[in-house]
C-alpha cells in the first residue's frame, strides 16, 4: 500500500509569487491535514479536509488556503509569499475518521522563499 | 487550551544506553488522545504509539516502551539498548477533536556509536 505522497519535495520561490502544494493521501483515506514546520515555531496544523469540505483551520492568514478533490488527493496553496513562510510543509491522511486514529504523514515539501 | 511540553531539547547517549523522552500536556478535556512520532533526517513523521485518555495501561513493544500517567499528565518515552538507527527527533502530541494533532517541540535523540 502506497504511503502519502507529497509533490514537489522542493521549492524555490520568491517574495511575492504563490505556489500549490499537492498532497495525495493513502488509498482508502478520506481525512487530509496539512502542517507547517520550522525551526522557531515547530509543527503548526495548518487545516483539515474531509469528503472535499475543511473541517478544521488553524491560526494562519489567509494567504493560506487548500482544497480536496472528490478522490481525497489535496492541495494547499500560498499567495503573496513572505520570507518567513519558508518551511516543511508536511501532508497526513487518516482513517477511520476518529480522533483516536493516527494520521500519517508524507515526507513533505521544503519550500525555501528568496 | 491545550498544550505539549517536551522540556528535552536535545539528548545524547552512547548505543546500548537506555534513554527516556519526557511529555507533559495540558488539556481541560476528559478524552483525549496522546501520539508519539518520530521524524528522521528524511523529514517524514513515522507514528509510533497511540493512547487514549481512559487507557492507562503502559505498554511494551520490543525495545519501545510507554508510561502514561494521567495523574502527572504525562506519557513518557522508553527506548531500551538504544542504536544509532533511532537517532531522529521525536515528537509528542496531542488530540481532542479529528484532524489537528498539538505538537510539542521535539527532542532531538542522538545515539553514538
Known amino acids: 500500500k502506497a504511503g502519502v505522497t507529497q509533490t514537489p519535495r522542493y521549492l524555490i520561490k520568491t517574495r511575492g509569487q504563490q505556489v500549490t502544494l499537492s498532497c495525495s493521501p493513502i488509498s482508502g483515506h478520506r481525512s487530509v491535514s496539512w502542517y507547517q514546520q520550522t525551526p522557531g515555531q515547530g509543527l503548526q496544523f495548518l487545516f483539515e479536509?474531509?469528503?472535499?469540505?475543511?473541517?478544521n483551520k488553524g491560526n494562519f492568514p489567509g494567504r493560506f488556503s487548500g482544497r480536496q478533490f472528490s478522490n481525497s488527493r489535496s492541495e494547499m496553496n500560498v499567495s503573496t509569499l513572505e520570507l518567513g513562510d519558508s518551511a516543511l510543509y508536511l501532508c497526513a491522511s487518516s482513517s477511520p475518521d476518529r480522533p483516536g486514529t493516527e494520521a500519517f504523514f508524507g515526507q513533505g515539501t521544503r519550500l525555501t522563499v528568496v | 487550551a491545550q498544550k505539549v511540553t517536551q522540556a528535552q531539547t536535545e539528548i545524547s547517549v552512547v548505543e546500548k544506553e537506555d534513554v527516556t523522552l519526557d511529555c507533559v500536556y495540558e488539556?481541560?478535556?476528559?478524552?483525549?488522545?496522546l501520539f508519539w512520532y518520530k521524524q528522521p533526517p528524511s523529514g517524514e513523521l513515522v507514528f509510533l504509539i497511540r493512547?487514549?485518555?481512559?487507557?492507562?495501561q503502559n505498554e511494551i513493544s520490543g525495545r519501545y516502551s510507554w508510561n502514561f500517567q494521567k495523574s502527572t499528565s504525562s506519557f513518557n518515552f522508553t527506548i531500551t539498548a538504544s542504536q544509532v538507527v533511532d537517532s531522529a527527533v521525536y515528537f509528542c502530541?496531542?488530540?481532542?477533536?479529528?484532524?489537528?494533532?498539538?505538537f510539542g517541540q521535539g527532542t532531538t535523540l542522538q545515539v553514538k556509536p
Open positions: 502530541a496531542l488530540r481532542r477533536d479529528t484532524g489537528k494533532l498539538i
Open positions: 493512547r487514549n485518555s481512559f487507557d492507562e
Open positions: 488539556t481541560r478535556d476528559t478524552t483525549y488522545y
Open positions: 479536509y474531509f469528503s472535499e469540505t475543511q473541517r
